[in-house]
């Protein structure tokens, strides 16, 4: 059974940074190409990053480039997703997501950024 | 960046009914890399075509994928009860990996 569980998120003072990870099991983490995507409150779906199965290629959405870094453990099978330099548009619920097209998906945590 | 327009946003239907969404795009899709999502409130999507018209595991045949290079639909043939919810499609042909704004289907 496949399992993502995301953790890291709560309230954040603009400009600062937060970190995401997201515990993967029930597949072979290091065979699969992973994904962040959020999705901000009563909003739509916005894909925010990919990193490939073997952390070789990155990409990223323009609204976070150069102040998100995707990166993965496959030693722990984690994900993490290190966000600076915030602003309230960041707002949203962070989901952690595998493969491509994406098949499954955590629960997702919560990013509030406010003073 | 490839955006995706979606139509209707909102879709109001009875059960039983046919519905009929749209998800354009404003360049062609790369190899038909086209995927469809449902969710509902409080909850994580779920896949339900992919590749423009393959229907993911689990999914019921009443859902149907079609379209290629820049329009694509999904088809609920039959609308059931569970099936009112947001609809988004997704373009990972390539990046960035743009979703559409979603359609809404509610029970009219």
């Known amino acids: 059974q496949v399992l993502l569980e995301e953790s890291g998120g709560g309230v954040v003072q603009p400009g600062r940074s937060l970190r995401l990870s997201c515990a993967a099991s029930g597949f072979t983490f290091t065979d699969h190409g992973m994904h962040w995507v959020r999705q901000a409150p009563g909003k739509g779906l916005e894909w925010v990053s990919f990193i490939s199965y073997d952390g070789n290629t990155k990409y990223y959405a323009d609204s976070v480039k150069g102040r998100f870094t995707i990166s993965r453990d496959d030693s722990t099978n984690t994900l993490y997703l290190q966000m600076s330099s915030l602003t309230a548009a960041d707002t949203a619920v962070y989901f952690c997501?595998?493969?491509?097209?994406?098949?499954?998906w955590g629960r997702g945590t919560l990013v509030t950024v406010s003073s | 960046e490839i955006v995706l327009t979606q139509s209707p946003g909102t879709l109001s239907l009875s059960p039983g009914e046919r519905a009929t969404l749209s998800c354009r795009a404003s360049h062609s899709v790369s190899r038909n890399f086209l995927s469809w999502y449902q969710q509902k409130p409080g909850q994580a999507p779920r896949l339900l075509i992919y590749?423009?018209?393959s229907r993911a595991t689990g999914i019921p045949d009443r859902f149907s994928g079609g379209g290629s290079g820049t329009d694509f639909t999904l088809t609920i043939s039959r609308l059931e009860p569970e099936d009112f919810a947001v609809y988004y499609c997704?373009?990972?042909?390539?990046?960035?990996?743009?979703f559409g704004p979603g359609t809404r289907v509610h029970i009219k």
């Open positions: 997704q373009q990972y042909g390539s990046s960035p990996f743009t």
């Open positions: 590749a423009a018209s």
């Open positions: 997501a595998s493969r491509t097209p994406i098949d499954y």
